[in-house]
């Protein structure tokens, strides 16, 4: 009988170590230390860390450090690796989600947040424009176009729900002006300033600027109109709609990643879980929800007294939670002759992140409070099975299955922490000829993190993407 | 249960646990049709170089160009994928020229890129081929026509299903007066629907 109960609970109890940590630790620092040759050589070795559910999640870290590294055609293959993954995962394993239910969240398949497969197909565009190659980046901006019309109809009204980026339609604007394909050019920079709108985000000035002249140059003033947007005085080097020009493409600073916030509570009697947790301030907040009501055994503790005190449980489970990452690199800074340019963020992942966590919170939580009630029942009928009539070894062995169920509680803290924390642009109008750019990241105090040097050669009417990291 | 029925339970176990392990190969017959993913593939590639040899040959320009009797000379230009998937224009585009050039009715001279290449071995050669096996510069066949081509894509799409449709234009221009003596185009409709839950 006991035996029949360990075995019979033991897959319940078990749980896959959660890596996310030890990932984090090592990668961090190399990231900060720009070594992005090592960082991919550690993915790779360690590629055990990641697990089998974690594929999409390690193919990114790896196409994302190559793309940082300069190394673009690596970049490319485990980036298009990365989306066959996330295809390929559109199928939802029943087996795997059944298992969640009772093992923890980790178990189920790394399938991305919304904001990182945007990325990935950002990142590859980004590729591809390093590389000139701008059919390629065309077909990003198109897979990443229906992916974004099919998040935003799951989207529905849900107001908070992600369902567009800015940058990325900024990005396709560019992309299709380059290609000399002005509708699509157009209406790509009507969806940028839309989407910052709709997100209730400051629109960056640089767009704003460069919308609001190229829609009423071309016969759009009503998109203008209705996007609010007013005539701005123009800089000196402002950019024409197909001229030729320098694009600077800054990834600055490191993105927060995901830890864990411990919620406590009481599984009451007739079916309430109250909860509470500490959020980002340190206060104590207490919640309740709806759960199943306590099994009849319970009950029979208190004689069948139901409003006997004794007939409740307490539980304790982790959520995801936002951890900040210092970083120094705030502001890209760009230096091609006498003029000097300053980047201007287009997306904070930051803001990403948070949004993520507040439109899953629900589904995460309910997921996880079934899965905690259900690990509760199983850790009890375990203890009952395992009863002797020695209370020491009872007590050892209720101490050990409370312990045991609590460690296999584990949140899911998967996700990309390898993308910059901000992404900024600069844009330089030339005319065709060879440039030399002074490429450099400062910190809040306006100091020098970081220089690089570029040569670059431009052609008449072409778009030329220079990227720089820094990440320290 | 006695020890060998329990080594059969545990072999049969062990056989049904490993049955899914390991690579299956069949071999197929190449103009055969399997679609794996909805995505574009080599069945679409076929049918498009067949549809547009068939027309190209059948069209008006080559039965006028018959007339002079000699072949027109043409060359392969840029076919621009304009669609929502990574798709190598060249695979259909050789097929097309490998049908154009075996029905003995027209001539394709080197693309830009390998017109680059033939001239570094050229230039190669003059510098160490004996002089009568150099091949000699400036005697190049030059084009008289030119292939233009696009690839465009629309995907409809919401939840599990997808219609997705290519359309595939050619296009034959006269290099001397930009005229466009042919243009041909296939349309590929698609309807794909993947699964939403998986064991």
């Not at chain 2, 994928?81 to 050039?101: A, C, G, M, Q």
């Not at chain 2, 221009?173 to 629907?193: A, M, P, R, S, Y």
Request: net charge neutral; hydrophobic share 35%.
């Amino acid at each position: 009988m006991r035996r029949r109960a360990l075995f019979l609970s033991a897959p319940l109890l078990w749980g896959c170590a959660n890596n996310s940590l030890v990932r984090f630790e090592t990668l961090e620092k190399q990231a900060a230390s720009q070594d992005f040759t090592a960082a991919a050589r550690y993915i790779q070795k360690e590629h055990d860390l990641y697990g089998s559910h974690s594929e999409l999640l390690y193919n990114m870290d790896l196409g994302v450090v190559y793309h940082y590294a300069g190394r673009y055609d690596s970049s490319i293959v485990f980036l298009q690796r990365a989306v066959k993954i996330k295809d390929a995962l559109y199928a939802h394993s029943v087996t795997n989600e059944a298992a969640s239910l009772l093992v923890n969240d980790n178990i189920r398949p790394y399938r991305g947040k919304n904001y990182e497969i945007t990325w990935l197909h950002l990142f590859l565009a980004f590729d591809y424009l390093a590389l000139n190659r701008f059919d390629d980046a065309r077909v990003e901006v198109r897979q990443a176009e229906i992916l974004l019309k099919e998040t935003r109809r799951k989207a529905g009204s849900d107001a908070s729900a992600y369902r567009d980026d800015g940058l990325f339609r900024t990005t396709a604007a560019l992309i299709y002006e380059a290609l000399g394909e002005k509708d699509d050019a157009l209406i790509s920079l009507y969806q940028a300033v839309k989407v910052y709108r709709e997100v209730k985000q400051p629109v960056p000035q640089a767009l704003a600027r460069y919308a609001y002249t190229t829609l009423t140059a071309n016969g759009r003033e009503d998109d203008a109109k209705d996007l609010n947007l007013s005539a701005i005085a123009p800089t000196p080097d402002e950019p024409s709609f197909g001229g030729s020009e320098i694009v600077v493409v800054g990834e600055m600073g490191r993105s927060p990643t995901l830890g864990e916030t411990q919620f406590w509570g009481t599984w009451v009697r007739d079916g309430v879980l109250v909860y509470h947790y500490r959020d980002a301030d340190g206060k104590e907040v207490t919640d309740a929800l709806p759960a199943p009501g306590l099994p009849q055994s319970e009950y029979e503790k208190g004689r069948g007294q139901r409003t006997r005190s004794g007939t409740t449980l307490h539980v304790k489970w982790a959520m995801p939670a936002l951890q900040e990452v210092s970083s120094q690199s705030t502001t890209l800074r760009v230096a091609q002759g006498s003029r000097v340019y300053s980047g201007e963020s287009f997306a904070d992942t930051r803001d990403l992140l948070r949004q993520d966590l507040k439109e899953n919170h629900t589904s995460v939580l309910t997921r996880t409070v079934i899965r905690v009630v259900l690990r509760t029942l199983t850790a009890q009928q375990t203890k009952n099975a395992l009863n002797t009539d020695n209370p020491l070894i009872n007590l050892l062995t209720n101490i050990g299955t409370d312990a045991l169920a609590d460690q296999l509680e584990q949140a899911d803290t998967r996700d990309c922490f390898l993308l910059p924390r901000t992404l900024q642009l600069v844009r330089i109008p030339v005319k065709p000829g060879h440039y030399s750019l002074e490429l450099g990241a400062e910190n809040g105090n306006g100091k020098t993190l970081r220089t690089e040097t570029r040569e670059i050669d431009v052609r008449a009417g072409e778009k030329k993407f220079v990227f720089f990291t820094s990440l320290k | 249960m006695t020890s060998f029925s329990t080594r059969i339970s545990s072999l049969a176990i062990a056989a049904a646990l490993f049955s899914g392990c390991g690579t299956k190969v069949t071999r197929v017959s190449h103009d055969s049709t399997i679609d794996l993913s909805g995505a574009w593939n080599d069945t679409d590639a076929r049918l498009v170089s067949e549809e547009m040899v068939k027309d190209c040959l059948a069209s008006t320009w080559l039965q006028a160009y018959g007339a002079q009797k000699k072949s027109p000379r043409v060359v392969v230009g840029e076919v621009r994928n304009k669609s929502h998937e990574h798709i190598s224009t060249e695979t259909f585009i050789n097929d097309i020229e490998r049908y154009l050039v075996n029905s003995g009715k027209v001539d394709f001279v080197a693309n830009k890129a390998e017109r680059n290449e033939l001239r570094d071995e050229k230039a190669d050669q003059a510098g160490n081929s004996s002089v009568q096996t150099r091949q000699a510069a400036g005697e190049e066949s030059g084009a008289e026509y030119m292939i233009l081509g696009s690839i465009n894509s629309i995907v409809d799409q919401e939840g599990s299903k997808a219609v997705v449709f290519y359309q595939i234009n050619l296009e034959l221009i006269q290099l001397e007066t930009h005229k466009k003596v042919w243009i041909g185009d296939k349309k590929i409709k698609k309807f794909v629907e993947n699964s939403s839950t998986k064991f």
